[in-house]
């Protein structure tokens, strides 16, 4: 808890523990089974963090009584259940609420090795970061709320959103990783701040390497930005440093709370190039060297 792992994990035997994470939230985008589809990729994102297999999930929704189609509600479950399926998990229940909002997500049950949990902490002086994901998502579905998005960003960040952290999880467990994270609703930063607190170290940012969804630096630059965005930047508040000279809408992205996001992995940095290069090649096209681990400064992330 003091650390805020991305899940919890109950050691069985010597060499096997299971992992048990539970996410779910509001309608991000109109269409039910994409909807449907991001949420539960977002459930399972926090076993593939700490390098566990998802195993079995659970639905946990909340749908009006009246007025809406309940055909909404089997478009939901139905994007839920295929998106597990392609991850090889098994939806064995879940459980409903009558609620005026709908809410949708999945807790997820895994299986570790309790000797190779790979923890949100433990990044040394060092390490290189990567980021597997683009950022932006937050951004973009905010301008999709208020009507001002193109055809080409919303396909971007529902492609981005929609994808598993598998084949990123599988990848990185081949090498020597210290610490891994998957950014959500605490933005790029915040996470990163969670890992550097935990590991006592200082998160060096490169802002200009940063990957980003198509249209998040513009829109961003129009003022689409997130109640979350605010909070985060008013919590991280003089304990992450932004570099003046970075411009203003990269700096909104950095703060901007993500959904479904990708892996934040410290590895040795004679396995950086190594695990980029692997993940690449496993269809992690995002994955992008962002930073490095250095000793402990005055701040604990800086995003120069």
Not at 66 to 88: F, P, S, Y
Not at 123 to 132: E, K, N
Not at 233 to 240: A, F, N, P, Q, T
């Amino acid at each position: 808890m003091e650390t805020s792992d991305d899940a919890g994990v109950f050691r069985l035997h010597e060499d096997l523990a299971i992992v048990n994470t539970v996410d779910f939230f509001t309608p991000i985008v109109d269409d039910p089974y994409t909807y449907g589809q991001i949420s539960a990729a977002n459930s399972l994102s926090d076993v593939y963090a700490m390098g566990g297999v998802p195993k079995t999930a659970m639905n946990i929704v909340c749908f009006p009584q009246t007025g809406v189609d309940k055909e909404v509600l089997v478009d939901i479950l139905r994007g839920g259940m295929d998106k597990a399926q392609e991850a090889g998990v098994v939806v064995v229940g879940g459980h409903s609420v009558a609620d005026d909002e709908i809410k949708y997500g999945m807790a997820v049950t895994g299986i570790i090795d309790p000797r190779r949990v790979i923890r949100n902490v433990g990044a040394c002086t060092g390490d290189i970061l990567i980021l597997t994901k683009p950022l932006g998502t937050g951004i973009i579905t905010t301008a999709l709320k208020r009507g001002h998005l193109g055809d080409q960003e919303y396909e971007a960040a529902v492609r981005s959103m929609t994808t598993l952290n598998e084949a990123a999880s599988k990848t990185m467990l081949k090498y020597g990783v210290h610490a891994c994270t998957d950014i959500t609703g605490f933005s790029l930063l915040g996470h990163a701040y969670e890992m550097a607190v935990g590991s006592g170290v200082t998160l060096k940012l490169e802002a200009k390497a940063l990957p980003l969804l198509p249209g998040a630096l513009e829109l961003a630059r129009e003022g689409y930005l997130t109640g979350g965005c605010k909070r985060n930047r008013r919590y991280l508040e003089g304990k992450v440093w932004v570099n003046p000279e970075v411009a203003k809408d990269l700096e909104e992205v950095a703060f901007d709370p993500q959904t479904s996001g990708g892996l934040l992995i410290a590895v040795r940095q004679e396995e950086g190039e190594t695990l980029l290069s692997e993940l690449r090649k496993e269809g992690v096209a995002a994955a992008t060297l962002i930073g490095r681990v250095e000793p402990r400064g005055e701040f604990w992330v800086e995003l120069q």
